[in-house]
């Protein structure tokens, strides 16, 4: 089912994001303060519940078509990338050792 694409981490790993990502960090506050399952509300009659492969949580795809692809590129260029990285891969909500979504 679409909505348990959402849930599901199987990285041992995603502890990490408690260390790495301040508190204060923009894209944590986003992620309290936003409800996103409004999402897989207006996109479920889109997927088939029956069969099929897993596709690219559909939270995760608004998210990253509505964060500026330019800054993701400048982030993953600049000096402190893994920092920036990992706040990504936390609002995006990817397991830590998953690779940055490429933003071509």
């Known amino acids: 089912m679409i909505s348990n694409q959402e849930t599901l981490h ?3 790993y995603m502890a990490i994001f408690a260390m790495v990502v301040p508190k204060d ?3 944590r506050q986003i992620n309290k303060l936003v409800d996103f399952s409004f999402v897989l509300e207006e996109l479920k ?3 088939c519940l029956e069969n099929g492969c897993n596709a690219v949580p559909p939270i995760r795809m608004f998210k990253y078509y509505y ?3 330019s800054l993701i590129i400048q982030i993953s260029m ?3 990338a893994p ?3 990992m706040s990504f891969k936390y609002f995006l909500d990817m397991a830590p050792e998953y690779s940055m979504i490429d933003p071509s």
């Open 25 to 27: 960090n923009m894209l």
């Open 67 to 69: 964060s500026n692809p």
């Open 45 to 47: 009659h889109k997927y």
């Open 78 to 80: 600049s000096w402190n």
């Open 83 to 85: 920092k920036n990285d």
């Open 10 to 12: 199987f990285s041992p």
